[in-house]
């Protein structure tokens, strides 16, 4: 997975990079740079991603769905604009083509890391939930001794 990553990341400045250029060489309606914008936080957030990669402390599934989610959004953000600006902004076909990709890999990413986060809330929930019964069962795990136990009187 952090594989992936790496190459989403690659793709996505590369991408940034060579639409930057056919933006500026038209000269084209302010309109046509904003989203740059789109493309600055995809990189920040693909930054994150990678940064949390290669970290000796990793995010938790549900701090990863998160982000995932977050450039699944920022993705569908730029599919927008491009579909609504491809021709007037004159965007490669292999820029549009390859944003669309990477969004398409993101959003299987976050389908099976939001799946494993899901996983992991339940299972945490399970495991509170039989830590609060186990608290009041026996040694065993069975509901434990009741009633009451008089000491004999005496010689003790």
């Known amino acids: 997975m952090a ?3 790496l190459s989403l990341g690659a793709a996505v400045l590369v991408g940034g ?3 930057g250029t056919a933006a500026s060489a038209q000269g084209a309606a302010p309109e046509c740079g904003t989203i740059q914008k789109t493309l600055a936080e995809r990189k ?3 930054s994150r991603a990678n940064a949390a990669s290669n970290s ?3 995010m938790t599934p549900q701090e990863a769905c998160a982000l ?3 450039l ?3 993705g569908a953000e730029g599919m927008k604009w491009i579909t609504a600006n491809k021709e007037w902004c004159s965007i490669p076909d292999s820029f549009a083509e390859g944003f669309k990709a990477d969004h398409l890999k993101v959003s299987g990413i976050r389908t099976k890391i939001c799946g494993v986060a899901a996983q992991a809330t339940k299972m945490e929930a399970q495991a509170r939930a039989q830590a609060q019964n186990g608290a009041s069962s026996g040694l065993l795990g069975g509901p434990g001794l009741t009633g009451s136990f ?4 005496g010689a003790l």
């Open 3 to 5: 594989h992936g990553s």
């Open 17 to 19: 990079l060579l639409f």
């Open 44 to 46: 920040a957030l693909v």
């Open 56 to 58: 000796k402390k990793k």
């Open 68 to 70: 995932f989610g977050k």
């Open 72 to 74: 699944q959004s920022n």
């Open 150 to 153: 008089k000491l004999p009187q």
